[in-house]
T-cell receptor, first 113, second 111 residues
Framework: GENVEQHPSTLSVQEGDSAVIKCTYS??????FPWYKQELGKRPQLIID?????GEKKDQRIAVTLNKTAKHFSLHITETQPEDSAVYFC????????????FGGGTRLMVKP | DTAVSQTPKYLVTQMGNDKSIKCEQN?????MYWYKQDSKKFLKIMFS???????INETVPNRFSPKSPDKAHLNLHINSLELGDSAVYFC??????????FGPGTRLTVT
């Protein structure tokens, strides 16, 4: 089955700096890569996603890039703000029935004011 | 409007008991899921249910069983609860094969 690895596990940045979180996946047939943000005690919320037919997608301060050849994708957050502090999860939808997502281990992002 | 809801929010029970968690979605989605988030925050898919087709993650013990009375509901039944079942359980739903939306979670504590 699919295996997703996420780095780093923790990331601390100064407010206004950029943050980058990287993920690799194992199933070359994976075709959908969402990113979720989870605040303490809350549900994971979809913040951006990318499908395998595009290499980059941007939504205001967040962007995601996908390299299918290398089987890795990244989340970029620019001009970070304290409210960006949360745990971020990448995921991949691999070669499986049921549309099941495989999640990375999560990155705890801390933005210092 | 609550898109995906779960009850209860907290559930404390003893080992060996049987319990259920309910999930409802009002988005008109055709696929629902159950995920388990352990103490280290790792999220793992347990089940996917679409139009009466159940897909089970092979690592899920058969003490766990989803039941869907209709398209908008997917409940999770757990028999003979064990200490290791303590976790936060999230329900999710999707209409397409892509975007999944999560419920608020149920924190299960087994003592």
């Amino acid at each position: 089955g699919e295996n997703v690895e996420q780095h780093p596990s923790t990331l601390s940045v100064q407010e206004g700096d950029s943050a980058v979180i990287k993920c690799t996946y194992s199933d070359s047939a994976s075709n959908y890569f969402p990113w979720y943000k989870q605040e303490l005690g809350k549900r994971p919320q979809l913040i951006i996603d990318i499908r395998s037919n595009v290499g980059e997608k941007k939504d205001q301060r967040i962007a995601v890039t996908l390299n299918k050849t290398a089987k890795h994708f990244s989340l970029h957050i620019t001009e970070t703000q304290p409210e960006d502090s949360a745990v971020y999860f990448c995921a991949a939808k691999g070669r499986n029935a049921g549309n099941m997502l495989t999640f990375g281990g999560g990155t705890r992002l801390m933005v210092k004011p | 409007d609550t898109a995906v809801s779960q009850t209860p929010k907290y559930l404390v029970t003893q080992m060996g008991n049987d319990k259920s968690i309910k999930c409802e979605q009002n988005l008109g989605h055709d696929t629902m899921y159950w995920y388990k988030q352990d103490s280290k925050k790792f999220l793992k898919i347990m089940f996917s249910y679409n139009n009466k087709e159940l897909i089970i993650n092979e690592t899920v013990p058969n003490r766990f069983s989803p039941k869907s009375p209709d398209k908008a509901h997917l409940n999770l039944h757990i028999n003979s609860l064990e200490l290791g079942d303590s976790a936060v359980y999230f329900c999710a739903s999707s209409q397409t094969t892509y975007e999944q939306y999560f419920g608020p979670g149920t924190r299960l504590t087994v003592t």
